[in-house]
């Protein structure tokens, strides 16, 4: 396809996108092409919430395990269902689901029935797998937290640093030079091609590292070998140390839980509920933001996709915090 004219300024562009507006800018052109209802999600699907979470569980280290429980969580939603995860336009009630956030938010959540994520309780089964992995050294380790806290914070924040440099250092330029007719063709290749010389001698003078070859794209941004000493990997790791057997099935030894929001916005408001960092405590906002840097979106809309997960998992608990507010409405009357 060949671009010149006008259509020039449509593709010149020099800002990155966000998350949310192609998402809502994909759904409004499907629905105003009045498009079919997309091929069903099956569990065999790349898009399915299992096959989502077990690429994600691989992506941030996390013990293989946990893939069993989040296939649990995925059930008792229903979530996992093929009219819940199919998107048809031209339905009345056309449902989206953010398939990608979604799945984070199922690790999430996860993270929170074994850990609990409130600054204390991790930190404690984290000292008890240490002391368990030293005695035990020839054993399967235990899952420590904190250790793979301090592994995934320092990958993150190398892997942070060298993608803000690739954001200060892309040249916005298209490798074939845009003109406005055939015209100025001649005269914009030539500009091209002063400017890629120019480069060159000016790398050559300061001596800097000639630019490597393009990396093939993947879809993995981390990279974790059970051979590398660098770097711990923990997918082999077991969750034993907080899971207790109870006959034939297993349960986490921690009974507690704290929900994400208890109160979520009324229909008219454009989110579903608030987050603030400071509401929450520190592992809750490092989860978020770990998992918000690779999906590349804010930490509020992953918050967001939690509280309605946790919503449809603990029912009984919002429709009595909801009797409870409504009760206290009426006595306020």
Sequence with gaps: MKLYGRDKGIFAVESWPDYEDIYKKTIEVATFLDLPRFPDITEDCYLHPNILCLKYLMEVNLPDEMYSLTCQVVKMTGIGEVDFLTFDPIAKMAKTVKYDVQAVALI????????????????????????????????????DFRKWYQVMKKTVDEKKQKWEEARAKYVWKSEKPLYYSSVDKPVAYKKREMVVNLQKQFSTLVDLTPTTEKKKPSSFQFNWIEEDTDRTCFHGHSLQGVLKEKGQSLLTKNSLYWLSTQKFCRSYCKHVTTYEESNFSLSYQFILNLFSFLLRIKASLLHEEVSLIEKKLFKKKYTITKKKSSRSKKVRR
């Design 108 to 143: 999430v959540v996860v993270l929170k029935l074994l850990f609990l994520l409130d600054d204390n309780l991790e930190w404690s089964l984290s000292s008890l797998a240490e002391k368990h992995n030293e005695k035990n050294k020839n054993d399967k380790p235990w899952f």
